[in-house]
Nanobody, 123 residues
Framework: VQLQAFGGGLVQAGGFLRLSCAAS????????MAWFRQAPGKEREFVAA????????LYADSVKGRFTISRDNAENTVYLQMNSLKPEDTAVYYC?????????????????WGQGTQVTVSS
């Protein structure tokens, strides 16, 4: 499956953005999806995951209550709604997919990755 993330940009602290990740080349509903992010000089970290049907979600503590992951299997797209953004949310955000493992927070467990979209939050 091929993934393409978009929707990043520059926003002030307290603002919001909605990221999208469009999938192609596979049966989207067979993949559990996740978002990761990587800030300059830091390792890529888990943000959120959503199960195949969308019935289960998982969040990093740092974004819980502010970010919402969702998916539309008819549109082959996963979303990340980011509210109350903070400067520390600044990073390149990546979407990832895997057919087997649910709920992993580890990059090595995901077989497919999008190219990343930059999110910059100014203070």
């Amino acid at each position: 499956v091929q993934l393409q993330a978009f929707g990043g940009g520059l926003v002030q602290a307290g603002g919001f953005l909605r990221l999208s990740c469009a999938a192609s080349g596979g049966i989207f509903s067979r993949y559990q999806m996740a978002w990761f992010r990587q800030a300059p000089g830091k390792e890529r970290e888990f943000v959120a995951a959503i199960s195949w049907s969308g019935g289960n979600t998982l969040y990093a503590d740092s974004v819980k209550g502010r970010f919402t992951i969702s998916r539309d299997n008819a549109e082959n797209t996963v979303y990340l709604q980011m509210n109350s953004l903070k400067p520390e949310d600044t990073a390149v955000y990546y979407c990832a997919a895997d057919r087997v493992i649910w709920g992993s927070r580890t990059t090595r467990d995901y077989d497919y990755w999008g190219q990343g979209t930059q999110v910059t939050v100014s203070s």
